[in-house]
């Protein structure tokens, strides 16, 4: 089954987005979309790191946005400059440093396309058991500090005052966001991580009450993303990253409208 | 049958039972607590109790540290020096002004009152009954007024069964009928649960009237003493009117000194000056 490039392109698909939009939830939540975008960014200097030391490109993307994300933690909180403004700066420093260092190595042949949009056509059997892997192990981890994370990013203090390890749980915040990115990178590519994150999760904010509610929804409009995408993708031979994107983009539009039309029918039933 | 007088275990000997009151278990306590943030001190050199069932009142000028105080108790903030001790195992019930919830995070009040630990809805509707908001169960918490919020956050503390209530300014964003609703919800609190208050006022003179403390601060502590009886005051009683007094009381401030622009202190009394501290302003 494995041995159909479109399968496994699916699973991996399937399996980054269900780990990939909950998380995205919090991204929304706590306006990190520029933090995302940065730390993937980075992740085209781990791809460089990884050849250059021998560990292989995804293993390379994971310690390389770590290091990033665990920098920016720490200077936004001791910048002397607007953090939107650190983040640009970084962000775009990054991604060229990355892009100079593949330059540097001119033994190796990177397909950089592939990597900053994305190749479904790359996405291996080992690959597929990665994104799995990867997505479990995300899963597991963002279930186990959910309830705590929540409450830190309602309110820092609230939570701290009663005792919630607000700095810990927010390391392996971070954590979880380098291990998707990683697991994302082959498929939607570098460029594109970020739309994973946000679009769905954006898209589920109209129907949903409760933060719960909110990741549940978006990992099933993600689902609905990815599997319109990569069939948008072998119908028209179009890219597989940016189909995705489109179909999440989609999705949003629809259910911006819809939550809109149900916002208005459920305040004329109310208010008369 | 057996006619024979079991001596009541539970029951304590006449002789032996304590002549006088137990005083109140000291909840939460500082000692020389400083805070130094950007080469100020916040706050320095407080020292603070707050027993069981007691009310104790923060008051003070903007930027006198109020807040910090109650961070640094909380353990929110780190102190630069002195220490804070509470008591092994305490609950804390932490009672925000308010919270800045993001438009985009979908959050009613009965998922706010899960927040930090799980509750059954039974509870969680006694005690939203118990602050006077039940009808507010399913409201999104953007959706809330400033008294709303404060009823629901006092509820949301009261979940988690706490030792302590810290209040921040409770009634600042709640209109003036209100306040006096809130204050007498919040003395309540203490008959009912009997735990212990610590909250800020906003208001530099005038202090919930079940106050049996009040400390005010100005970076160090200026004066603590009992609030006196606002209908005592003529002044107040034709502010606030007569309901008012029994909710409200105001405090005297006793200060043995006064501030000068930069924060420092100087003394008031002008006999002292040439022992008391060594002021190069003054040029003697």
């Known amino acids: 089954m494995l041995d159909d490039f479109f399968v496994r392109a699916v699973i991996a698909g399937v399996g980054v987005a269900l780990v990939a939009c909950p998380l995205g939830c919090f991204i929304v939540w706590r306006r990190m979309a520029y933090f995302g975008d940065t730390t993937a960014h980075a992740a085209l200097l781990g791809v460089a790191l990884g050849l250059l030391v021998g560990i292989g490109p995804t293993l390379g993307v994971f310690v390389m946005t770590v290091i990033v994300a665990l920098l920016l933690v720490v200077l936004l909180r001791v910048a002397r400059v607007a953090s939107d403004t650190v983040l640009g700066i970084l962000s775009h420093a990054s991604l060229s440093i990355g892009l100079v260092v593949l330059a540097f190595m001119t033994w190796v042949r990177v397909d950089l396309i592939g990597y900053l949009f994305g190749d479904v056509l790359a996405v291996g059997r080992a690959d597929v058991y990665v994104v799995l892997g990867g997505a479990v192990a995300v899963l597991v981890a963002l279930m186990a500090i959910w309830r705590p994370l929540v409450a830190a990013t309602v309110d820092r203090d609230l939570a701290r005052a009663e005792g919630v390890n607000v700095a810990a749980v927010e390391v392996i915040y971070v954590l979880l966001i380098a291990v998707v990115v990683a697991i994302s990178m082959k498929l939607v590519g570098i460029l594109l991580v970020t739309s994973l994150l946000i679009i769905p999760a954006a898209a589920a904010r109209g129907f949903s009450s409760t933060p719960e509610r909110m990741a549940i929804f978006s990992a099933g409009l993600g689902v609905v993303s990815v599997l319109a995408g990569l069939s948008a993708s072998a119908e028209w031979d179009t890219p597989a990253g940016p189909s995705i994107v489109v179909a999440a983009f989609l999705v949003f539009i629809l259910s911006a409208g819809i939550a809109l039309v149900y916002d208005m029918t459920r305040r004329s039933a109310h208010g008369n | ?284």
Request: aromatic content about 2%.
């Open chain 2, 1 to 284: 049958m057996n006619d024979v007088a079991v001596p009541d275990p539970i029951a304590r000997p006449a002789n032996t039972a304590p002549a006088k009151p137990v005083p109140a278990e000291i909840l939460l306590a500082c000692r020389g607590l400083g805070v130094r943030r950007g080469g100020r001190w916040l706050i320095h050199g407080v020292d603070l109790d707050v027993g069981r069932g007691e009310i104790v009142s923060i008051v003070g000028p903007n930027g006198g540290g109020k807040t910090t105080l109650i961070k640094t108790l909380l353990g929110i903030e780190r102190a630069t020096s002195g220490q804070v001790t509470r008591r092994a195992g305490l609950r804390v019930g932490y009672v925000p002004q308010r919270l800045a919830v993001d438009r985009t995070m979908p959050l009613s009040v009965e998922r706010l009152m899960r927040l930090v630990r799980r509750a059954p809805s039974a509870d969680i509707k006694a005690a939203l009954e118990e602050t006077g908001v039940p009808h507010l169960l399913d409201r999104p918490v953007q959706a809330l007024s400033g008294g709303e919020f404060q009823r629901v956050l006092i509820a949301r503390a009261l979940l988690g069964r706490p030792d302590i209530l810290v209040l921040d300014e409770p009634v600042q964003s709640v209109d003036f009928s209100g306040q006096v609703d809130l204050y007498r919800l919040i003395a309540s609190l203490r008959e009912e649960h009997g735990c212990g208050v610590l909250m800020v006022s906003h208001d530099l003179h005038v202090v919930m009237r079940a106050t049996d403390r009040v400390l005010c601060l100005a970076g160090h502590v200026c004066c603590t003493g009992a609030p006196g009886d606002v209908s005592r005051s003529p002044e107040y009683t034709r502010l606030f009117g007569p309901v008012a007094s029994e909710t409200l009381a105001i405090y005297a401030h006793k200060h043995d000194h006064a501030h000068a622009p930069s924060g420092e202190v100087v003394p008031v009394h002008d006999h002292d000056h040439r022992h008391g501290h060594d002021n190069p302003a003054r040029g003697d």
